[in-house]
């Protein structure tokens, strides 16, 4: 179909986030971020290429290839030759599939652990984030773009400073967190330039305020000014916006480089469970996101990825990578042409009738989940996060996914369906609970119209696991209720 470019999105990126975050097979027993490269891990990594472009997406934007908390002090010394073939190797695997690779960098932090805790030249006040103000961190971060881009053939740099913190010392603690942060993007963003001017850059500002804060429009210059030196700007939206909705406009209009989200909802997809342990498709939900922001003047999107083995997360990606190539495209139209390739449904009826079927499972969700977290949950029902919540307490409907977490980001075992206390009060999943059952029904009535019967066959599983823990919830709930 001939699209006419001024309707699509331009930047239209695929996020990993990691490198084992879209894998079909679970990992188990492994802590988050788990950057093993497996067969499985190459397996899946080749099939998410060719399922990437064959639905319109220009890039693919990935942590994980290297490293995740640990640069050793001499970088080169951060991976193995085998590593580095393997590395080469899917990149060959997306340029072949026409994607752009865009390599996951942590800016002074996200990689600097070990080197933090050795060397007191570049240590501040965070053990995480090196000082923003000393020269040696600034040299250790040119060694490590020097490595990556010397020795592969990526496309660009995802550039990503603030999401693990920032040194508070003497010498950094002048600048507000905007300023700080945007002075390290566009000191890293500059440098990659003088050395490889055609590199494409991204900025992600996750981590940049509290979530749910909003930068001051008084601190747009600095924003700005970041922009002349990238391609993207990505207010990914985890947990609210950083720039006002009402603002957005205005600021996209003064704005150098292009600005984009990454679609206002995402499921972070759980490392180590079972790929068919939830169905939770958002494409209408996503849709009517993009539409706001392309009518503002975003054009660029930043879409998390999953296992195309969950049939919500294979489904909603489809639609997504469809509808950013023309926002024109009406979103249930974009449906059934997703349920026409994917399911290949034996007549019209039954692609009109899974259409209608999504839909209430969209719905089943989202009108019985509370945006804002739920208070005094224990600790062992809840996400792990709660932490960086503190501030919400006098402002909880700032709170608000943004990113849903499914279970505990970290841990070495599949962990507890968190986001059905977290986010649903007892209420809530009785209601939810309801709708499934009925929905269960609904797709035995109309799986043998199609011819991918496996992929129906799915769904059902997915509901039934669902249903599954909802019950485990109530028992375990109950039973945290009882304790003295």
């Known amino acids: 179909m001939d699209v006419n470019q001024s309707q699509q999105f331009k930047h239209r990126i695929a996020f990993g986030v990691w490198i084992n975050d879209f894998r079909n097979d679970p990992l188990k027993h492994e802590d988050w ?166 590199t494409f850059l991204l900025v992600n500002t996750s981590g940049y305020l509290p979530w749910g804060d909003t930068i001051n429009p008084e601190e747009y210059a600095s924003v700005y000014e970041l922009g002349k030196c990238i391609d993207v700007i990505i207010d990914g939206g985890n947990h609210g916006l950083f720039i006002a909705e009402e603002d957005r406009k205005m600021f996209i209009e003064n704005l150098p480089c292009d600005y984009g989200t990454s679609g206002g909802f995402w499921v972070y997809p759980p490392q180590r469970w079972d790929r068919q342990r939830w169905f939770l498709p958002n494409f209408y939900h996503t849709a009517g996101h993009l539409e706001k922001l392309f009518m503002d003047g975003g054009r660029a999107c930043e879409i998390y990825l999953g296992p195309l083995l969950n049939p919500g997360m294979e489904l909603t990606l489809w639609c997504i990578g469809n509808y950013i190539q023309d926002i024109r495209k009406n979103p249930t139209a974009v449906l059934h042409n997703a349920i026409e390739k994917l399911y290949r449904p034996k007549n019209h009826t039954y692609t009109f009738k899974l259409a209608e079927f999504i839909g209430q499972a969209e719905s089943a969700f989202f009108n019985n989940w509370s945006p804002m977290r739920q208070p005094g949950i224990p600790e062992e029902l809840s996400d792990g996060i709660q932490s960086l919540f503190a501030w919400s307490e006098t402002k909880p409907e700032r709170a608000t996914p943004g990113e849903l977490f499914l279970e505990p980001l970290f841990g070495t075992h599949p962990g507890f369906p968190s986001y059905l206390v977290v986010h649903m009060t007892p209420g809530g999943r009785e209601n939810y609970k309801k709708t499934l059952l009925s929905l269960v029904k609904g797709i035995d009535e109309i799986a043998n119209g199609f011819h991918e019967r496996e992929k129906v066959h799915r769904i059902r599983t997915c509901i039934e696991n669902v249903l599954h823990d909802i019950e485990a919830v109530r028992i375990l709930q109950s039973s945290s209720q009882k304790k003295p």
Request: glycine fraction near 8%; charge should be neutral; charged fraction near 25%.
């Open 33 to 198: 971020p788990c950057v093993e490269i497996d067969t499985q891990t190459q397996n899946d990594f080749k099939g998410m290429m060719k399922f990437l472009k064959e639905n319109g997406f220009t890039a693919v934007d990935i942590f994980g290839f290297l490293a995740n908390h640990d640069w050793p002090e001499n970088v080169h010394e951060v991976v193995t030759d085998e590593r580095k073939k393997t590395v080469r190797k899917l990149i060959k695997i997306a340029h072949e599939n026409n994607l752009k690779v865009i390599y996951g960098l942590g800016v002074y932090s996200w990689g600097f652990d070990s080197i933090i805790k050795n060397n007191p030249a570049v240590r501040g006040t965070s053990l995480q984030a090196m000082c923003g103000s000393k020269k040696e961190s600034r040299q250790y971060m040119r060694n490590v773009v020097d490595f990556v881009g010397e020795n592969f053939d990526f496309d660009g740099f995802h550039l990503e400073v603030a999401d693990q913190g920032r040194c508070r010392c003497n010498l950094c603690s002048g600048e507000t967190d905007v300023s700080y942060f945007n002075r390290l993007n566009r000191e890293t963003a500059e440098y990659i330039r003088s050395r490889w001017p055609a």
